[in-house]
Every structure is written in C-alpha cells, then in structure tokens.
C-alpha cells in the first residue's frame, strides 16, 4: 500500500494551548486528504479535508495546511481541550482508497 | 446524514468458529465499503474494497478464503472472519462514502477476541 507516516507518535499539550500534528505523504498524485480522530475502541471521526488544489482549510478550532512541495499535511488544533485527547490519523486518497499513516496519540494536560 | 451502523461491536469466539461482521449504510446508498483491521497502538490497515454486485479487491497479503467479503445489497457489506485463530484478534472497522466533501464514514467497529 501507500506511505503514510506521521513524524511524531505522541504529543502532549496544556489546555489552551495549540496543537499542531505532522504527517507525510509519499504519493505526489494524491488529490484528497482527510484527517480522522479516533477515541479508544471506537471507529475513527471525520475531522477536516483538503483537496490537493488548496493548501488551507479552516474548520471549528482546526486548520489543515497542506504542502504538496514536500508531500506534508499538518493538522493544528486551537485552544486545545481534554475532549480532544485521542489518536490522530491522517489519510491519503489514493485511486479512491484511503491509506492511514501511523497516528499520532494527543493527550491534552489540564 | 451519512452515518454507517456496525455489528457486532464485541464478539468472542472460539478458535477454528467464523463470525460475521455486519456494516450497513443507514441513510444512504453505498457502493463501495471498505474494511479496514487496526492492531492495539497502530494505525489502519485497508484489507479490502467491497463493490457492490461484484467480488472484493484485496489488498495484497490479505487471504480472500479467509476474509470473505459479501456486498450484496447497496446498504450492507459483510465480512466474515473464517477458521477464526487467535492471531486475528484484532479490532475490524468497515467505512462508507457518504460525506459531502467525498470522504467516507467509518463503523463503531467490532472487537474481535478468539481464544
């Protein structure tokens, strides 16, 4: 399958701060990329898409930056809450089939 | 709109039973579902695409007699786990096109625990 990785596996972060979540892509034909968070045994969320024809997305407290130059995704979150404490997945349209990078575990510190 | 029912969201079997896995499309007709197998600590593994009508495409080192995809309807895919071992305790999630952007809805998901 594809390669998509994440550079880090965990972050953590005071609430209130922002939260800023990497991932790389190895598939430059890629056109479509979603960001998931997923909660301990449940079945991953949508967060925010991007469509490689932009490179900024804004959403409810997040912003998907997309860099095709370097085949990078980031996901930043604002004002970041415990409620936002989970694995963080990025995932890349290829041929209609979405491939998932590694995650990222985001723990919120109160 | 667009969500994706899954079931069972737990089941334990023991080694060498099959067990079904149900995904449905509540609210919207899909043609395509996917299934994905996710290890504890580790990311999505696309097993399959299922097509509605048509045989599933496997993603490579996924056996097919073990893993039998059936879409035969445009709101239901199953997945059944054959001559079920205890390596393929595993969490199971199924996803379905349906947001508007283009992106898919995923299952709850089905906690699979052979002993």
């Known amino acids: 399958g594809e390669s998509v990785g994440l550079h880090l596996p965990t972050l953590s972060v005071q609430e209130g701060d922002n939260s800023i979540i990497n991932c790389a892509y190895s598939n430059s034909a890629s056109d479509y990329f979603i960001w998931y968070k997923q909660e301990s045994g449940k079945g991953p969320q949508f967060i925010i898409d991007i469509r490689s024809n932009m490179d900024k997305r804004q959403g409810q407290r997040v912003t998907v930056l997309l860099n095709k130059t370097v085949k990078h995704l980031s996901l930043q979150i604002a004002a970041t809450q415990p409620g936002d404490s989970a694995v963080y997945f990025c995932a890349e349209n290829v041929g209609n089939q979405f491939y998932f990078g590694t995650g990222t575990s985001l723990t919120v510190i109160p | 709109g667009a969500v994706v029912s899954q079931h069972p969201s737990r089941v334990i079997c023991k080694s060498g039973t099959s067990v079904k896995i149900e995904c449905r499309s509540l609210d919207f007709q899909a043609t395509t579902m996917f299934w994905y197998r996710q290890f504890p600590k580790q990311s999505l593994m696309l097993m399959a695409t299922s097509n509605e009508g048509s045989k599933a495409t496997y993603e490579q080192g996924v056996e097919k007699d073990k893993f039998l995809i059936n879409h035969a309807s445009l709101t239901l895919s199953t997945l059944t786990v054959t001559s079920a071992h205890p390596e393929d305790s595993s969490f199971y999630i199924c996803?379905?096109?349906?947001?508007?952007?283009?992106?898919?809805?995923f299952g709850s998901g089905t906690r699979l625990t052979v002993v």
């Open positions: 996803s379905a096109g349906g947001l508007p952007s283009g992106g898919y809805t």
